[in-house]
């Protein structure tokens, strides 16, 4: 990643490019939390401990952002160009009532934000193409503090309880879940989606689709599984891979408890109709 004139060393960004944060480590002074944006095929490893003394660990790379304590360390995994953005959240550029939300932001936190990761093909764009100096950098660390604060204080969601799930927010999530279904998906990740709380997501969710979202994402698993069990490869081994789940006994016994068979049983079913 090119460096420009901009941004230089010694100027304290609260937005700065992996390349520059990693080199002049200018961001491990500030105060408060950092979000850390890896794109591309990057993958940061951010380690620390809690206020309670708790030490911490997590690898984060695209699509999912983390925030985590302005102390803690970073290095990336075998990348010697890592690309993405490390940003300082600072509560002096809120006001009052986002000051208040952003005091109780989760600390290690790891999420897919949708709206984060356009702000990071943005600032990858304009890094790009040199249109970006310091004071669009820091324009931009203001809007996602912003954006930090109202969506993951302890006043997200807060508001409105009953917000329904429209058919085009529904679509969002089943798009979201049919494109991931082989990773980890978290009730949180489908609720930042529709930017909704995560148990005001659920009780929606629930209330239109008459399951909870943890299930929906289940029986969507199982439904691709039995698909890929139709076919006459891949192994059962690479069935249960694909459709998300995280052991073959874990793949064996979901599948068996909604379709009251086991995954070898249902393809020697399948060839035998097939034949």
């Given at each position: 990643?090119?460096?420009?004139?901009?941004?230089?060393?010694?100027?304290?960004?609260?937005?700065?490019?992996?390349?520059?944060?990693?080199?002049?480590?200018?961001?491990?002074?500030?105060?408060?939390?950092?979000?850390?944006?890896?794109?591309?095929?990057?993958?940061?490893?951010?380690?620390?401990?809690?206020?309670?003394?708790?030490?911490?660990?997590?690898?984060?790379?695209?699509?999912?952002?983390?925030?985590?304590?302005?102390?803690?360390?970073?290095?990336?995994?075998?990348?010697?160009?890592?690309?993405?953005?490390?940003?300082?959240?600072?509560?002096?550029?809120?006001?009052?009532?986002?000051?208040?939300?952003?005091?109780?932001?989760?600390?290690?936190?790891?999420?897919?934000?949708?709206?984060?990761?356009?702000?990071?093909?943005?600032?990858?764009?304009?890094?790009?193409?040199?249109?970006?100096d310091a004071a669009c950098a820091d324009a931009f660390a203001d809007v996602i503090s912003v954006h930090i604060a109202l969506y993951y204080g302890h006043c997200a969601g807060a508001a409105a309880p009953d917000t329904p799930l429209t058919l085009q927010m529904l679509s969002r999530v089943e798009a979201f879940v049919h494109e991931h279904i082989a990773e980890t998906i978290l009730v949180g990740q489908l609720a930042m989606l529709v930017h909704m709380g995560t148990s005001n997501f659920a009780r929606a969710f629930k209330r239109v689709t008459g399951r909870p979202p943890h299930q929906y994402v289940t029986l969507e698993r199982v439904k691709?599984?039995?698909?890929?069990?139709?076919?006459?490869?891949?192994?059962?081994?690479?069935?249960?891979?694909?459709?998300?789940?995280?052991?073959?006994?874990?793949?064996t016994e979901v599948f068996h408890r909604y379709t009251g068979v086991t995954p070898r049983a249902y393809r020697l079913a399948r060839r035998n109709v097939s034949s």
């Open positions: 990643m090119k460096q420009t004139t901009g941004l230089t060393p010694d100027h304290r960004l609260r937005c700065q490019p992996m390349t520059v944060a990693f080199t002049n480590g200018g961001l491990n002074t500030v105060q408060g939390l950092r979000l850390v944006m890896p794109t591309g095929t990057t993958v940061v490893q951010a380690a620390g401990c809690d206020d309670l003394g708790v030490n911490h660990s997590m690898l984060i790379s695209a699509p999912f952002v983390a925030v985590i304590p302005a102390g803690a360390q970073l290095a990336t995994i075998a990348d010697n160009d890592p690309k993405g953005w490390v940003i300082a959240l600072e509560r002096s550029v809120l006001g009052q009532a986002s000051q208040e939300a952003f005091a109780a932001v989760p600390k290690w936190s790891k999420s897919w934000d949708p709206f984060l990761r356009e702000v990071a093909g943005t600032l990858s764009a304009l890094h790009r193409a040199e249109l970006i691709f599984a039995r698909t890929m069990l139709s076919q006459q490869t891949p192994s059962l081994v690479d069935v249960g891979a694909l459709a998300g789940f995280q052991t073959q006994q874990h793949f």
